[in-house]
């Protein structure tokens, strides 16, 4: 879903015309991508707390999420700097200061320490104060609504905006890994009777999403300006909340569907991509320009389709390879801040498939069967 926004994205940039079929499934994945996302950490990162101590824990948040964003932020405006003539961004020595306060001017990146920082804050939250359920709740709704408010600082807005989304998954964490739950989440007939809803929501978020983007209100997550929001709050509260419905219903059903193929075991690939999703994040940039730029200016191939799916498959793939032929030994300062242990690759194969984290910057537990 990112490396598909993100190649639509650049053919957009490149003055292709996109065709509204390609806009409608770059909006759907819109409503519910990155709240998704969060919500998995919040479930993983909930059950992280019983098996490891906070201390472990924050230092393995930092190392498998921050330490990639300030190495590959810096490698990606370098390169936009150098190559500026071929790519679609307008980069400059200033950007490097927006690693620290700005992450939205940095592309995909924003994800990273807008992650990291939500982690902190829930691990503070639930570790230390132990916050009771209802109150996080609470608080991670009032950070939702008056996330705008800072957005001149994406440091801060960011984090505030999806931290309700972590709050969720620690809500879920509570009940879906229960065998009663799961045995009802794997029936068909909950995804089918889902679908009609999953359909409906994602009608009406397509129908209204224009005219709600004309005003600046009921954008997705975050890209509501402080302006609007100030000028008509109940309006603002009212399309924002429209939003957080229509990202839920899109991540129960995403869910639904991941319980679904497990079960019948299909497309046990998306396994190894899951694992592999930091990796492919933070290098699919480079690689989708560098796809892009090669079918046009030097294939000289100008279809859509046929860049998108190049595009897409090699934003997916190459960066699993280099990671696995490079990332590990060589050059494993690029992902993480201390080279993996040697002991890892001396452990019986059982052994080492349950060391291995659930999703890039969380741990799994001996529970965990994701």
Not at 128 to 149: S, W
Not at 239 to 249: M, Q
Not at 291 to 308: K, M, T
Request: charged share 15%; with cysteine; aromatic share 18%.
């Amino acid at each position: 879903m990112v490396v598909y926004h993100h190649t639509y994205l650049g053919l957009e940039s490149s003055g292709f015309k996109i065709s509204t079929s390609l806009y409608d499934a770059n909006m759907v994945f819109y409503s519910f991508r990155m709240p998704l996302f969060f919500i998995i950490s919040g479930i993983f990162t909930s059950r992280s707390l019983f098996s490891k101590p906070v201390k472990d824990l924050v230092w393995i948040k930092y190392d498998k999420i921050f330490y990639p964003y300030l190495v590959w932020s810096f490698l990606q405006i370098t390169l936009q700097i150098v190559f500026s003539k071929f790519s679609n961004s307008d980069k400059s020595i200033h950007d490097y200061l927006y690693i620290l306060y700005q992450p939205r001017r940095i592309e995909q990146f924003w994800y990273l320490p807008a992650l990291f920082n939500a982690t902190l804050v829930f691990i503070f939250f639930k570790a230390k104060i132990k916050l009771k359920t209802g109150l996080h709740f609470l608080l991670g709704l009032t950070l939702y609504f008056i996330a705008p408010f800072v957005s001149s600082i994406s440091m801060i807005s960011d984090w505030m905006s999806f931290y309700i989304f972590v709050v969720i998954g620690d809500l879920a964490a509570c009940f879906i890994f229960k065998k009663g739950v799961q045995k009802y989440i794997k029936k068909p007939i909950t995804f089918l009777l889902m679908l009609p809803v999953f359909l409906l929501v994602q009608l009406h978020y397509l129908h209204n999403n224009t005219s709600y983007l004309h005003n600046g209100l009921g954008k997705k997550v975050n890209e509501v300006a402080a302006a609007p929001a100030r000028s008509n709050f109940l309006l603002y509260m009212f399309n924002e909340s429209n939003f957080l419905l229509i990202a839920l219903v899109g991540c129960s059903m995403l869910i639904i569907f991941s319980f679904l193929l497990e079960k019948w075991n299909r497309l046990s690939f998306l396994r190894i991509v899951g694992y592999h999703s930091l990796y492919i994040y933070i290098t699919q940039i480079i690689i989708v320009a560098f796809i892009r730029l090669l079918f046009i200016h030097v294939f000289h191939v100008y279809n859509i389709a046929v860049i998108l799916i190049a595009a897409v498959f090699f934003g997916v793939i190459l960066p699993i390879i280099f990671y696995n032929l490079f990332g590990k030994r060589s050059l494993w300062f690029l992902f993480s801040s201390r080279k993996e242990r040697k002991d890892y690759y001396n452990q019986p194969k059982e052994e080492a498939i349950k060391t291995l984290p659930a999703e890039p910057g969380s741990v799994k537990t001996a529970t965990s069967n994701t």
